[in-house]
């Protein structure tokens, strides 16, 4: 019973699925790697992509009827990958841009591949000054996040909150990905494990793909609150209790963290 925070599946309006057969397809792979609700997140404002609140929520309300006729038992709810420009937090306080599950209490922020833009702290002080909490998605594929993840830490003692791709603790994404994956999700940095797909191969909607690895670098009990309890806590409109996961990361005896740190 998963939850997908991080989902392209609204076929034909950005780079994800291309039509409704290649939507029905990944809705049918979700549901098989056990996820029950999908939060679709077109890219917005990203320099190609504008999808406007209303906009998904009328796109959503057109694949739930498909979902229904085809009989796909998959939730969805509405979203958007919000892209971090000086635009977002009047967009965000217009209803311009869409928060996670539409619930008016996170939003998924996305940055450039490879830098994070000037004034980023300052535009999520924004956000957050809103009652907002950004939810950064997968900063382990940020070239500069990579090298200086005591950023994404610093942003995380602001409030923020962090997602990881599924396919990056797996090694989808090259190696340099997966360790950094493994490093933030050990710094406590990570809150979210998502699929972020895109097609129905290769970009699969598919969560479970990274347990085995984050099992290995931590524990079942972190696996978990990452996959399971902080997404659905998130879809539902609730705020994470972070205190678990801090509590569960200091519980892994010294040798044990040094250990794993430094193994696949």
Not at 12 to 20: M, Q, S, V, Y
Not at 104 to 127: D, F, K, Y
Not at 178 to 192: E, F, P, T, Y
Not at 226 to 240: D, H, I, K, M, V
Request: glycine content about 4%; proline content about 7%.
């Amino acid at each position: 019973m998963l939850t997908d925070l991080h989902c392209h599946l609204l076929p034909g309006i950005d780079d994800g699925a291309r039509d409704l057969e290649q939507a029905l397809a990944m809705a049918r792979l979700a549901l098989d790697d056990q996820i029950t609700t999908t939060v679709t997140t077109p890219h917005h404002l990203n320099g190609v992509y504008k999808n406007p609140a209303d906009f998904i929520r009328g796109e959503v309300e057109r694949m739930r009827a498909v979902l229904e006729k085809a009989e796909v038992p998959l939730k969805l709810l509405p979203g958007s990958e919000v892209h971090l420009t000086p635009e977002v937090p009047d967009a965000l306080a217009n209803d311009q841009a869409l928060t996670i599950a539409d619930r008016g209490r996170a939003v998924l922020i996305e940055l450039p591949v490879h830098t994070v833009p000037v004034g980023a702290e300052q535009l999520l002080e924004q956000i957050m000054a809103q009652q907002l909490t950004p939810v950064i998605a997968h900063p382990e594929r940020n070239s500069e996040l990579r090298q200086h993840p005591e950023r994404l830490a610093d942003w995380v003692q602001m409030g923020c909150l962090g997602q990881v791709t599924a396919q990056s603790c797996s090694g989808k994404f090259g190696e340099p990905v997966r360790q950094a994956a493994k490093q933030m999700i050990l710094d406590g940095s990570i809150h979210v494990i998502a699929s972020d797909a895109h097609r129905d191969k290769r970009r699969i909607p598919a969560i479970t793909p990274a347990r085995e690895s984050v099992e290995q670098w931590t524990s079942a009990e972190i696996y978990e609150l990452l996959s399971l309890t902080y997404p659905t806590q998130l879809a539902n409109g609730e705020t994470p209790n972070r205190t678990p996961l801090n509590r569960a990361l200091a519980e892994l005896k010294p040798e044990r963290w040094w250990n794993r740190l430094f193994t696949r």
